[in-house]
C-alpha cells in the first residue's frame, strides 16, 4: 500500500473513532451526573475513560514483551467497563433525564452498588494507568535491527532464487592410500671386537626398563653355531650326567640346567630316565631271587 493509502485508511479510522466517541460520550456524561458529578466533571468524564482506551491503543503499537501484555489488559478492561456503563445508560430511561435520582443506576440495591463502584473508580484508575503507560511508553528502547546495503540485499534475493540444480556442489577428492614401505634387507653384522670370554672387572650392564621391539629376522650370522642334537644324543647326555643322582634329584628343571635344553624335551627325558631306572630295579629284584 502507498502512502496516499495509508492515510486515507488513518483518516477513516480516526473519523470512526470519533463519531463513536460521540455516541458513547452521551452515555458516559449521564452516568457520571448520576454518581454525583457537577456539570463540569460529567462532560469530562468520557475522556478519562474513552481517552484512557486511546492512550493504551498507541501503547501496545509501541511497547513489546510483557508492557505490551500489560496495555492489552488495560485496554480490554477500560473497553469492558466502558461497555457495562452504556448497557447500563440504555436499560434505565430514567438517566435521559435531569431529575433523576442521584446515585441511583439500577432498581436492586447490590447491582447499583457495584455499577456506582465501577463508574467512580474509572477517573482513578485511569490516572494510575494512564502514568504507567505514558512512563512506559518514555522508557521503551525499540530493539535496533543491522542497517544492509542495497549490494547486500541484492545479492542474499539472487541467491535465494538460484535454484539447487546451479549450485555448485564440492565432490571430495578421491583420497589414494599411501604405498606401504618396502621390507629393507637386514644388515649383517659384523663383530669387530675379539671376544675374550671373560667380563671385565666393574663394568655392570644397565637394566632397560622400556620394552625391547621385535627388529624382525635374525642373520645367520648372529645366531648360535651349536650344532642341533637329536633325541638319542640329548639322552646319552643326559644318562651321563644324572648317572649319580638319586629318585628325588631327577627332576626336569634340573635335567634342563645339566643338559642345556627345552623345558618340553627335559620333561621327555625325565620320563624316559626314570622309566629306565624302574626297569633296572625289577631286573635286579629278579635275578637276586
Keep these: 500500500m502507498n502512502r496516499w493509502g495509508k492515510g486515507l485508511l488513518i483518516a477513516a479510522l480516526v473519523g470512526v473513532v470519533a463519531m463513536a466517541f460521540r455516541v458513547s460520550w452521551n452515555a458516559l456524561r449521564d452516568v457520571a451526573t448520576a454518581t454525583g458529578a457537577d456539570e463540569t466533571?460529567?462532560?469530562?468524564?468520557?475522556?478519562?475513560?474513552?481517552?484512557?482506551?486511546?492512550?493504551?491503543?498507541?501503547?501496545?503499537?509501541?511497547?513489546?514483551g510483557d508492557a505490551r501484555r500489560f496495555a492489552l489488559?488495560?485496554?480490554?478492561?477500560?473497553?469492558?467497563?466502558?461497555?457495562?456503563?452504556n448497557y447500563v445508560h440504555g436499560l434505565v430511561p430514567e438517566l435521559h433525564d435531569k431529575g433523576v435520582d442521584w446515585g441511583r443506576l439500577a432498581d436492586w440495591d447490590p447491582a447499583n452498588w457495584a455499577l456506582v463502584l465501577l463508574a467512580?473508580?474509572?477517573?482513578?484508575?485511569?490516572?494510575?494507568?494512564?502514568?504507567?503507560?505514558?512512563?512506559?511508553?518514555?522508557?521503551?528502547?525499540?530493539?535496533?535491527?543491522?542497517?544492509?546495503?542495497?549490494?547486500?540485499?541484492?545479492?542474499?534475493?539472487?541467491?535465494?532464487?538460484?535454484?539447487?540444480?546451479?549450485?555448485?556442489?564440492?565432490?571430495?577428492?578421491?583420497?589414494?592410500?599411501?604405498?606401504?614401505?618396502?621390507?629393507?634387507?637386514?644388515?649383517?653384522?659384523?663383530?669387530?671386537?675379539?671376544?675374550?670370554?671373560?667380563?671385565?672387572?666393574?663394568?655392570?650392564?644397565?637394566?632397560?626398563?622400556?620394552?625391547?621391539?621385535?627388529?624382525?629376522?635374525?642373520?645367520?650370522?648372529?645366531?648360535?653355531?651349536?650344532?642341533?642334537?637329536?633325541?638319542?644324543?640329548?639322552?646319552?647326555e643326559a644318562r651321563s650326567a644324572t648317572a649319580d643322582w638319586s629318585d628325588r634329584e631327577l627332576t626336569a628343571e634340573g635335567i634342563r640346567k645339566a643338559v642345556r635344553t627345552s623345558p618340553a624335551k627335559a620333561r621327555v627325558l625325565r620320563d624316559t630316565l626314570r622309566a629306565e631306572r624302574e626297569q633296572s630295579a625289577g631286573t635286579d629284584e629278579a635275578v637276586a631271587a
Design 41 to 64: 466533571a460529567a462532560t469530562l468524564y468520557p475522556f478519562v475513560v474513552d481517552g484512557l482506551m486511546a492512550l493504551a491503543l498507541v501503547a501496545t503499537l509501541v511497547l513489546t
Design 73 to 85: 489488559r488495560v485496554l480490554a478492561a477500560y473497553t469492558l467497563a466502558s461497555l457495562v456503563l
Design 120 to 236: 467512580t473508580s474509572l477517573p482513578v484508575g485511569s490516572i494510575y494507568f494512564g502514568s504507567d503507560l505514558v512512563a512506559k511508553v518514555l522508557h521503551h528502547r525499540p530493539i535496533e535491527h543491522p542497517t544492509t546495503t542495497p549490494n547486500h540485499d541484492e545479492s542474499a534475493e539472487t541467491y535465494a532464487n538460484r535454484s539447487t540444480a546451479d549450485l555448485g556442489v564440492s565432490t571430495p577428492a578421491p583420497i589414494t592410500p599411501p604405498p606401504a614401505p618396502a621390507e629393507l634387507e637386514a644388515a649383517s653384522v659384523v663383530s669387530l671386537v675379539k671376544p675374550t670370554g671373560r667380563a671385565p672387572v666393574g663394568v655392570v650392564a644397565a637394566e632397560s626398563t622400556r620394552p625391547r621391539q621385535a627388529t624382525g629376522r635374525v642373520p645367520d650370522v648372529a645366531r648360535s653355531s651349536r650344532p642341533t642334537r637329536t633325541a638319542d644324543q640329548l639322552l646319552i
